[in-house]
């Protein structure tokens, strides 16, 4: 792993803010759309984590059959490493409306559709309806 550090988010703020700048530069060197450091860690958290919970969700159904074939690319996969897991799978032993949840003990299941996963993937294919950064 090329930056081991940033692995479950356990990186400190210099070096995620190091790691942040070096793939700002990346990004904004391939021409096109340009953006901040802070725009890009927001669109890219959003589509990592939006992919993660549509994957998590695939596989959480009832009904058989293999979950859908999602799979993350490698700089969703760093940017969900930098920004850590906990806003999609939550946090260890952390009590949520009433339930304690104990890492490796099954859990009921509830499948509480999210409106606005089909909306988050239209955005995310098409960033022309994404909010536009605001101007300081």
């Known amino acids: 792993m090329r930056n081991p550090e940033t692995?479950?988010?356990?990186c400190q703020l210099p070096a995620t803010k190091r790691l942040w700048t070096e793939l700002t530069e990346a990004l904004n060197g391939m021409g096109g759309v340009r953006k901040t450091q802070k725009d890009w860690l927001e669109l890219l958290a959003r589509m990592?984590?939006?992919?993660?919970r549509t994957q998590r969700a695939s596989m959480q159904r009832t009904g058989g059959g293999p979950p859908a074939d999602i799979c993350l690319t490698e700089l969703e996969k760093k940017?969900?490493?930098?920004?850590?897991?906990?806003t999609i799978y939550g946090l260890p032993g952390a009590v949520e409306a009433g339930i304690i949840i104990v890492?490796?003990?099954?859990?009921?299941?509830?499948?509480?559709?999210?409106?606005y996963v089909k909306q988050n993937i239209v955005m995310v294919l098409d960033d022309t309806q994404l909010p536009k950064p605001k101007q300081t």
């Open 7 to 10: 692995v479950n988010g356990n």
């Open 48 to 52: 990592a984590k939006a992919k993660m």
């Open 79 to 86: 940017t969900i490493n930098i920004e850590g897991t906990s």
């Open 103 to 115: 890492p490796g003990t099954p859990q009921p299941i509830v499948d509480v559709p999210d409106p």
